[in-house]
């Protein structure tokens, strides 16, 4: 130890200056890295019962809004590109207004030319008429004369099988127009079925495609074309577990308030039961939420005052009273 002065004690002073150091470094790093403890509220309001549900029996729900006709998948019977969009979201539509146009021109080239075979066998069998009339007045002349030496029997033959030829050529003539006119209808049925047209009166909800896009039937798309529904009123789709089904009030009103803001509830009113229970699909992400389990799924009608609160889509949470005397 030649770097320390002579008679130096490391035990009896080095260490003791060591120590305090680590300390005043404890000291310092409990005071700083300490999580802070103060008391806050929370950002989202845990659901909770009011009014009369406040200590009332009742049953508690997770649902989402919806449609009172359900949200419609919107798609379209022809692939092809977009030529024309009519809507977007947040217009109001009524029964069979255009939605969106597929293109068209080649069942409009279709149907130019089925409808020029309409007209050529209408030409056709004009001519076959004519024809006809011709053979069947020469046929009729022979016929009419008594004297076999005037006309003989071989041109009588030949009159009939002009005029059975002039027949047949008028069925022929007819069989195509009515060919022709089978193509008209369906090329003018496809060029109904390029333009998709509004099934209800209802809101579109979104607008998955834009002008230009190429659209296929064969699937791949990962979101439908459009979705639209009828949203006056609002319904909440509430799933009660099965455990708790037999507890509800069937057909009282329920307290239902946007998730994470309890403070915002209003009566919704019974529309129906699902008669089918089925497995949970609708989670709400909490830590202690049971996903192994069955749920009867009830449907409310959200009044009209509501309607500025509530959106398609937002999961929701709903209190509605149990039987008298469920616990």
Avoid: C
Avoid at 112 to 120: D, F, H, P
Avoid at 279 to 291: D, F, G, I, M, Y
Avoid at 310 to 316: A, D, E, L, T
Wanted: glycine share 6%; proline share 6%; net charge neutral.
């Amino acid at each position: 130890m030649a770097l320390l002065p002579q008679g130096f004690s490391f035990s009896r002073k080095a260490l003791p200056v060591i120590a305090a150091i680590g300390f005043i470094a404890a000291v310092l790093f409990i005071a700083f890295s300490l999580p802070n403890r103060e008391l806050s509220e929370p950002e989202e309001q845990p659901a909770r019962a009011t009014g009369p549900l406040a200590n009332a029996p009742r049953v508690a729900g997770a649902g989402v809004v919806e449609p009172s006709s359900e949200i419609i998948d919107v798609g379209t019977a022809l692939s092809g590109l977009v030529t024309s969009l009519y809507v977007q979201p947040g217009d109001r539509v009524t029964k069979d207004q255009w939605l969106f146009t597929v293109d068209t021109r080649q069942i409009r080239a279709g149907l130019g030319e089925a409808q020029a075979s309409v007209a050529e066998a209408n030409a056709s069998i004009a001519d076959a008429r004519s024809a006809l009339a011709t053979a069947q007045r020469q046929l009729d002349l022979y016929r009419s004369i008594d004297d076999p030496a005037a006309v003989s029997r071989a041109e009588v033959i030949r009159a009939e099988g002009e005029a059975d030829m002039a027949r047949q050529r008028l069925k022929l003539a007819q069989a195509r127009l009515q060919s022709a006119r089978a193509r008209v209808n369906a090329a003018q049925t496809e060029l109904g079925r390029a333009s998709v047209r509004a099934p209800i009166a209802g809101e579109i909800l979104a607008v998955n495609i834009r002008e230009g896009e190429y659209l296929s039937t064969m699937g791949g798309q990962s979101q439908p074309f459009i979705q639209m529904g009828e949203t006056q009123p609002l319904h909440v789709r509430i799933d009660i577990d099965e455990d708790e089904a037999g507890r509800i009030k069937q057909g009282a009103e329920a307290y239902v308030s946007p998730r994470g803001a309890a403070e915002m509830q209003v009566k919704a009113t019974f529309v129906r039961a699902e008669p089918l229970v089925i497995p949970k699909r609708s989670l709400t992400n909490s830590a202690q939420e049971r996903v192994d389990v069955r749920v009867l799924q009830l449907i409310y009608a959200l009044p009209d005052s509501a309607r500025e609160s509530f959106n398609v889509g937002q999961q929701v949470d709903a209190f509605i009273p149990a039987k008298d005397g469920s616990k």
